[in-house]
């Protein structure tokens, strides 16, 4: 599986942006699709997941009620919609791919086999 996120941008604090990760391979009911960020000087964080078949979506503390996951099967891309955006947010967001993960390990980067090669999200204050 390859995948390549797009759609980072500089935005101004409150605004939204919306990434995209367009994933290609073979892919199964099994996989998962995380998001991920770093933000300089800081360790990867997990911002959220969807599982490929099902849909069901999984959000890190930082992120939840703000952002939002959603996937287009038929166009093998999964979204990460960012609202209330705030400086904290800067980072480079990652798109990743996974299998076979239960919840409570969603948010462990190592359990992440495909990464995609990150998108610069910019919020100025």
């Known amino acids: 599986v390859q995948l390549q996120a797009s759609g980072g941008g500089l935005v101004q604090a409150g605004g939204s942006l919306r990434l995209s990760c367009v994933v290609s391979?073979?892919?199964?009911?099994?996989?998962?699709m995380g998001w991920f960020r770093q933000a300089p000087g800081k360790e990867r964080e997990f911002v959220g997941a969807i599982r490929w078949s099902a849909g069901s979506t999984f959000y890190g503390a930082a992120v939840r009620g703000r952002f939002s996951i959603s996937k287009d099967n038929l166009k093998n891309t999964v979204y990460l919609q960012m609202n209330s955006l705030k400086p904290d947010d800067t980072a480079v967001y990652y798109c990743?791919?996974?299998?076979?993960?239960?919840?409570?390990?969603?948010?462990?980067?190592?359990?992440?086999?495909?990464w995609g090669q990150g998108t610069l999200v910019t919020v100025s204050s």
């Open positions: 990743a791919a996974a299998v076979r993960l239960i919840a409570s390990t969603m948010n462990n980067e190592r359990n992440y086999r495909n």
């Open positions: 391979g073979r892919t199964t009911s099994d996989h998962v």
